[in-house]
């Protein structure tokens, strides 16, 4: 399936240079996190409205052209400074290429899944999303070993261009969906409507604020998990070298359990159990995954003779199943709504509401760890968030302004298969 290599490329991009991003912020540890996230959020509300008048004015082929075209110029600009890190410092260059890796995340992956959720209808969404995303994964398991075999090979600054290629094989491919598209009369116009459109949105659809709400929660225990790890990795490896192979181990096992995920779990509930069950799984999981942490805290699992800390298992297991699970879920659920919210009111949430969250959490994270509040007493606050999050998926599966489930199984709930 095209759409399935397209992502493939998309994630193959981000994670060769995610662990570049994560061994920058692990050289600075937990408190500068908090700046580098306000400086994020600050990039995602100066774009929402630039993105928002893109897609009132451009055609979805035009802006995917215009999109990927200027994150892959970006990371060919960028490999000089990486040449100079020695003298930029890990702190300067860590705001810039933190910020800049955050935005391309956000904005790349979330209008690829807002295309495809212009191009397939509900129905065939629970068929091929988890497919698709299982492209992904795979894409997010070859991307970290690109990392690890090359980065002794050829260092740090020339990963970039390597994922700058790989992003120009995904734009090579949805333009060539797009096409296919355009030649049967489907969606090449623009979406029209106000550049401020997903800001009003938020405000006026319960489903978006059932979705903002999950996001800042989810959201929440993923910068956990993240803050906690990047306090080890400063605490225990020195070299840049090390952090980055680090992340990229975390990033591997993180994304094999979602290929795993995939093949199993994932699709069976999209497609039996409609996708409240896809959603609500990962939240319990987190709880889970929170409450051993509550009680083991810096402790490390012994597995195969390895130590593997239970911080590093907590951060693998919360993105695992959001990956694996919770992104393909909620993507579907784009497909029950117009265009306009697929595009700008999606993509506020997953960019500002999402960096929001981080600046909130981060800053809350890095003062109780000054004020001495130790791992197991900051992820008990993590239990409440989840125990929450749990009972917002099924709000948001259940929204009353979805349109109806196309092609709805008998075996999902009453909201999923009438509400409209």
């Known amino acids: 399936m095209v759409s399935a290599l397209a992502f493939f490329f998309v994630m193959t991009a981000y994670y060769i240079i995610r662990p570049v991003r994560d061994q920058l912020g692990g050289a600075v540890g937990s408190s ?18 630039i993105f928002g008048a893109l897609v009132a004015r451009f055609t979805r082929r035009s802006l995917l052209g215009w999109s990927y075209s200027f994150f892959i110029l970006c990371l060919l600009a960028l490999i000089p400074a990486f040449l100079a890190q020695d003298r ?20 790349v992956v979330s209008l690829f899944w807002s295309f495809m959720a212009d191009v397939f209808d509900s129905r065939r969404a629970r068929e091929v999303f988890s497919l698709i995303a299982l492209g992904g994964m795979a894409g997010a398991l ?10 002794g090979l050829i260092g740090v600054a020339p ?11 995904s734009l090579w491919l949805l333009l060539r969906i797009s096409v296919q ?44 998990a993240y803050a906690l790890v990047a306090d080890y990795a400063k605490a225990h490896l020195s070299a840049a070298g090390a952090r980055t192979a680090f992340y990229a181990n975390i990033d591997w096992a993180t994304n094999l359990l979602g290929v795993l995920l995939q093949l199993t779990w994932t699709r069976w509930l999209l497609m039996r159990r409609g996708t409240m069950w896809a959603l609500v799984l ?39 199943f959001m990956y ?13 709504v117009p265009r306009e919210t697929r595009y700008k009111g999606k993509n506020f949430v997953e960019t500002a509401v999402w960096r929001f969250g981080d600046v909130v959490f981060t800053s809350g994270i890095s003062a109780l760890v000054k004020l001495g ?31 109806p489930e196309k092609g709805a199984s008998s075996t999902q709930t009453p909201g999923e298969a009438v509400r409209s």
């Open 373 to 403: 509040v130790g791992v197991g007493s900051i992820a008990l606050i993590g239990v409440g968030a989840s125990s929450l999050a749990t009972w917002i998926a099924g709000k948001a599966a259940t929204s009353p302004d979805l349109a």
């Open 181 to 224: 598209r355009a030649q049967h009369g489907e969606g090449e116009q623009a979406v029209g409507g106000s550049l401020w459109a997903g800001v009003r949105e938020l405000w006026s659809k319960p489903f978006l604020r059932w979705m903002a709400i999950l996001m800042l929660l989810g959201d929440g225990v993923g910068t956990l």
């Open 159 to 169: 990963l970039l261009l390597v994922s700058a290629v790989m992003l120009a094989a």
């Open 32 to 49: 500068q996190l908090p700046l580098f996230y306000a400086v994020t959020f600050l990039a995602m509300l100066v774009l929402t409205p």
């Open 88 to 107: 930029i410092g890990a702190r300067t260059l860590g705001v810039v290429f933190f910020v800049w890796v955050s935005v391309f995340n956000l904005f």
């Open 142 to 151: 070859v991307g970290p070993m690109l990392t690890r075999l090359l980065v």
């Open 324 to 336: 694996g699970m919770t992104k393909p879920a909620s993507d579907a659920l784009y497909t029950r």
């Open 282 to 320: 990962p939240q319990v999981v987190n709880l889970g995954l929170l409450i051993v942490v509550v009680f083991g805290g810096h402790g490390q699992l012994n597995v195969f003779g390895y130590g593997i800390p239970l911080l590093a298992m907590m951060m693998v297991g919360t993105r695992g």
